[in-house]
């Protein structure tokens, strides 16, 4: 099997796709950046990919350029970084090449993403394709020429039911809108359904049987022999076996092919490295035996002391709701129902707006209204019922935290090795003024899997917003530093962590990376905050006046939201002050 590595062309068109997108448009010198960094990689200069050249040759900045007090660089490269995640997650989710920034540096990394797949493997294109024939796009001839063999045909019998499926996902969402409004008596109460099922998040069938709760299936396959590979498969054994969001097969797959499930089945291949002592890992479809992506680990990234770490970033780059794993299932039309509330309910923390939290709800609410078993239907609902609650959603009506509270404990009832419910509960806590209670629960789903940096984040994140910066700051930095791609919240505690401990550079480029989000009145203050102490004037006066007609409640007394959202004390005083200084009203 050839080893799943970019080539050269396939980057620089992934690259010139990027920086016509519309994720890219609005920002020329994340524009500027990310083909300098590209092209100097591609060139062989990666040694030159320091702070201080960047400045120059990107930025302008002369000879006496100072790296401790201009943050010019590092600012610039956490938006960069936001911005590729976004890019991949929306407009390039189909590249066939995937672009990062990995945190602590300026080298950039490239994998294999093969989610779109050639549109050769598709009979019933084909068929269209002789009645208007057109030119293949660029990126299904690079993904056909990158990846790992090429899947046996679609059968064209699934494309032939497409719409009788549809079909079928209309009368089951009827059903669920006839019973809600009938008062069935399930869990949840209704409210009024919106008349599309778009706009309900039902864009998918959810078949409200056994297998509306079906996980991807994923298997490891060791190739390599040796010290460092039997720790890499142990350490990924470890990991696999703590993610909610798959089921974690611990047996060989070969000769137990399942056509039934092998569409949502993948297998992480250990294999031998291209240099001595490096082993690289592939994570695989078992249905088409395309690499979804690849990394490559030196004897040094197998070391025990920094193996987890490696494995860490791979596992959360690949296993949550917006990693490869459920990209593949989404593009390949073969999520069912839990996976499809996954995917909403990830596309609300990556947009988070009335629109995309009520379709993430109503799905997730579908299932739990059908009897779900899962642990991960309560443990998100407990999350967004928090959400609704702190940022006056009109769905669902009539939200509280009680609510939040009982899906929270109905969460961990069903699933009391759940790291999601334990964070779930975590979060409930935190909101109801219950520090110590907050921190265990978030301490637990960290200790139940160290491997997902989205719950050592959480953790870290907890500690923050207790009050103990010194102690959550470095764990929630750790993460983000691991992790080369991350959600937006991540940035806003490292920013509270760092503003706290006096860390004004880092704090600046903390609030740097909330730019894209306008819908959260405390990121804006963030931003402010941040832009008043880079003397950035003109961004200051720019979001003043956004703050004061998007959250003019907010701007008016910024201090009660902070008291709503039960922030520490201490950090309700530097915040108004801060925002005081920057000029919002008279912030009290």
């Known amino acids: ?85 976004q890019y991949f997650a929306n407009e390039g989710i189909a590249e066939p090449v995937r672009i990062a920034i990995p945190r602590g540096g300026y080298v950039p990394a ?96 959810i078949a409200l049987s056994a297998t509306a709760e079906t996980l991807p299936l994923v298997y490891i396959d060791t190739k390599a022999d040796g010290a460092d590979a039997s720790r890499v498969a142990a350490s990924l054994r470890a990991g696999l076996s703590g993610f909610d969001t798959i089921d974690f097969i611990g047996r ?46 030196t004897p040094t990234d197998s070391a025990p002391a920094a193996v987890e770490d490696r494995v860490a970033d791979m596992l959360s780059s690949a296993l949550p709701a917006s990693g490869t794993i459920y990209n593949y299932i989404e593009q390949t039309g073969t999520p069912n129902g839990l996976t499809q509330c996954l995917l909403l309910n990830d596309k609300y923390y990556l947009d988070q707006n009335a629109r995309t939290h009520e379709a993430a709800y109503r799905c997730l609410e579908t299932l739990a209204n059908s009897g779900a078993k899962s642990s991960l239907v309560y443990s998100e609902l407990a999350s967004l ?33 759940s790291p999601y419910a334990h964070r779930a509960y975590g979060y409930v806590s935190s909101r109801l003024g219950n520090t110590d209670e907050a921190i265990r629960w978030m301490r637990k789903a960290y200790e139940l899997n160290p491997y997902d940096l989205g719950m050592a984040a959480a953790y870290g994140y907890g500690l923050i917003f207790a009050g103990r910066y010194a102690e959550g700051t470095p764990i929630l930095a750790h993460a983000a530093e ?72 907010f701007a008016a007394d910024p201090r009660a939201t902070f008291v709503e959202r039960k922030y520490p004390a201490d950090l309700t005083e530097r915040l108004v002050g801060a925002l005081r200084a920057a000029g919002l009203g008279n912030a009290s």
Not at 397 to 416: C, D, L, S, Y
């Open 252 to 297: 060989d797959t070969i000769n137990r092919h399942d056509a039934a499930n092998d569409a949502t089945s993948f297998i992480f291949d250990i294999l031998p490295g291209p240099s001595a002592g490096d082993i690289t890992i592939e994570l695989q479809s078992v249905a088409s035996g395309r690499v979804l992506l690849s990394r490559n680990l």
């Open 1 to 85: 099997m050839q080893h799943a590595t970019p080539a050269a062309p396939a980057v620089r068109e992934t690259l010139e796709r990027l920086l016509a997108s519309e994720t890219f448009g609005r920002s020329e010198r994340a524009r500027k950046l990310i083909r300098y960094l590209v092209e100097r990689e591609q060139a062989g200069e990666a040694d030159r990919l320091k702070g201080f050249s960047i400045a120059m040759d990107v930025f302008g900045k002369d000879g006496d350029f100072d790296p401790s007090t201009d943050a010019v660089v590092r600012v610039q490269a956490g938006r960069l970084r936001e911005l590729l995640q």
């Open 110 to 205: 490239y994998e294999l993403n093969a989610i779109r797949l050639p549109e050769a493997a598709k009979p019933a294109e084909q068929t269209e394709a002789a009645v208007a024939p057109s030119e293949p796009a660029d990126g299904a001839i690079a993904a056909a020429a990158l990846l790992a063999p090429a899947a046996a045909p679609v059968p064209s019998v699934a494309r032939h039911l497409g719409f009788f499926w549809m079909a079928i996902a209309l009368v089951i969402a009827m059903l669920g809108v006839l019973i809600l409004r009938q008062g069935s008596g399930a869990l949840l109460a209704g409210g009024d359904v919106p008349a599309t099922l778009e706009t309900a998040g039902l864009t998918s069938n």
């Open 482 to 553: 691991t992790f080369s791609g991350h959600s937006t919240w991540w940035d806003y505690g490292l920013f509270v962590g760092d503003f706290m401990l006096g860390d004004m550079n880092k704090a600046i480029a903390a609030s740097m990376a909330l730019r894209t989000t306008a819908t959260k009145s405390h990121y804006l203050a963030a931003r402010l905050i941040g832009a008043k102490a880079a003397g950035q004037d003109q961004l200051v006066a720019t979001l003043l006046d956004e703050l004061n007609t998007k959250f003019p409640k």
């Open 385 to 417: 019922q928090v959400e609704a609650v702190s940022d006056h959603y009109v769905y669902p009506p009539n939200a509280t935290i009680e609510k939040a509270v009982e899906f929270a404990h109905r969460a961990v009832q069903m699933g009391p090795t």
